[in-house]
C-alpha cells in the first residue's frame, strides 16, 4: 500500500475530527493512534462453487502465495460442504475461515438451516450476512438480517455485514436512502463494543459479477457515508475503526486503485477468489 495511504488512514481519527497541526501534535494520543489503525481485511466469497477437492486444492495453491503476508487480515468462505476439510488445512496459517450464513437459533428442528455453533465448530471465524444474493434471491429482509447478525455476534463469530444498492436505485437517486435504512435496521440494538467484531461489505448489486467496478472515487464516496452513518449511532471512535470493504468484481487489475482510497479498507472477492493466483494478488496489492 502506498505509503501516504498508511498515513492518512492512521491520522484518520484527527484529520476527521477536524483538528489542526497543532491540535494534533498537542492532542496527539499514541493509543488512540494505534487504536483507529485499519488493517485492510480481504476475504473471498466462493458462493455456491467447488466440490470438496477442488476446495481444498485451492486453499493449498493459495497457502503459500500469501504465507509472508502479514499486513493483511484475510479469510476464505467456501460452501458449508467443503467448511471441515477447509478449516483442517487452513489451521496454523494466516488464513481464517468463514461462512457464507447463518441461521438464528442454536440448534433444533430448522430443516436445511446451520447455526453459528456448527460453524465455530469446523474452524469459522467469520460468516457473511447480508449478501445481496440472499437479499434479492432468497428475499431475506432487513429485520432478520439484523437478528441473524446479533446472534452471529453473541455466539461468537465475527460478521461481514453487506450492504449495498441496485442499479435503478442509483439511477433514482435513492441509493443513500437504500444504504442507510440497511446499516441503520441492519445494527439496529448493537452497542458500538458489538461493531468491534463487524466488518461491513459494500457490494454495489450492478458490480457483482458483471465485471463493472465501482471506480475508485464511487467506492470511497460511499464509505466515507457508510462511516459518517456509522458516527451518527454509535460515535466517532467505532467509526473510525469500522473497516469497510468494497465487493464487485474486484480484480488483479484494480485493487491497487481502490485501496489507495483512504477509506477503503479491504475487499469480499467473488470470482477472482476462485483462482489462487488472481486472490493472491489482490491481498498482496492490499499489503
Ligand atoms: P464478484 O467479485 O464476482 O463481482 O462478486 C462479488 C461478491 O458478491 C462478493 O461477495
Redesign the pocket.
Known sequence: MPYITVLRRYLHPCISHGYSNNDYRNNFDEERYVMALRKPFVAG?W?MNNLVGESLALVEALKPLVAGVAAVDMAVCPAYTSLHAVGKALAGTNIQLGAQNAYVKESGAYTGEISPKMLLDVGCAWT?IG???RRHILGEADAFLNEKLRFSLACGLKVMF?IGELLEERKDGKMESVLERQVVKGLEGMTAADLDNVVI?Y?PVW?????ETATPDQAEEVHVFVRNLIDKSFGADAASKMRIQY?????PENASDLISRENVDGF??????LKADSFAAIINACA
Open positions: 466469497n458462493k457473511i449478501h445481496s444474493e453487506c461489505a457490494e458490480a457483482i459479477g458483471t465485471g465487493g464487485g468484481s474486484v480484480k469480499l472477492v467473488g470470482g477472482a477468489a
